[in-house]
């Protein structure tokens, strides 16, 4: 089993910036890449971006690209999502997640065996 623990949501205003940590543990060695989700109110999860323990580059959605940046110290199990010039519709519930899939950065829920409980980020004024 594979444990995660997401933290650094919060209240910020449009156009600030905010730091996802999610700390891997347990059998996190079984896995090869990690993932950020989120999730609106009355909207489906989707992806955000990911990033594999061997490589340096992350796969970012449209959505994000060019605001937020996946980082990792692998020492440590640890992914960061730095989210700069937040949008209200960047409000939703963040989830970082665990694949197993050996090849390829995957962006598909299915492909990612577990899952963190998510921490609530709001974009207001």
């Known amino acids: 089993q594979v444990q995660l623990v997401e933290s650094g949501g919060g209240l910020v205003q449009p156009g600030g910036s905010l730091r996802l940590s999610c700390a891997a543990s347990g059998r996190s060695f079984s896995t090869y890449a990690m993932g950020w989700f989120r999730q609106a109110p009355g909207k489906e999860r989707e992806f955000v971006g990911a990033?594999?323990?061997?490589?340096?580059?992350?796969v970012y959605a449209d959505s994000v690209m060019g605001r937020f940046t996946i980082s990792k110290d692998n020492a440590k199990n640890t992914v960061y999502l730095q989210m700069n010039s937040l949008k209200p519709e960047d409000t939703a519930n963040y989830y970082c997640?665990?694949?197993?899939?050996?090849?390829?950065?995957?962006?598909?829920?299915?492909?990612?065996?577990?899952w963190g409980q998510g921490t609530q980020v709001t974009v207001s004024s």
């Open positions: 997640a665990a694949s197993t899939v050996r090849i390829g950065v995957p962006m598909r829920q299915f492909e990612y065996a577990y």
């Open positions: 990033i594999r323990w061997s490589e340096i580059s992350a």
